[in-house]
């Protein structure tokens, strides 16, 4: 099971990410929540990768 969370950045944008490795960027922190909440629902597991650049 993953479990994602996010950051809001200095600028107003967010980052969700899973511990899974996943991450993508967003123009607001309510898009990376509800998009970490898409992805814990989610029964997939995506490429992992170390880190979210």
Known sequence: MCYADTDTNDDGTAT???YCGWCDHYATPDEADAAAA???R????PEIVPWCA
Not at 42 to 45: H, P, V
């Open 38 to 40: 898409a992805h814990e």
């Open 16 to 18: 969700a990410f899973c």
């Open 42 to 45: 989610a029964n997939n597991t």
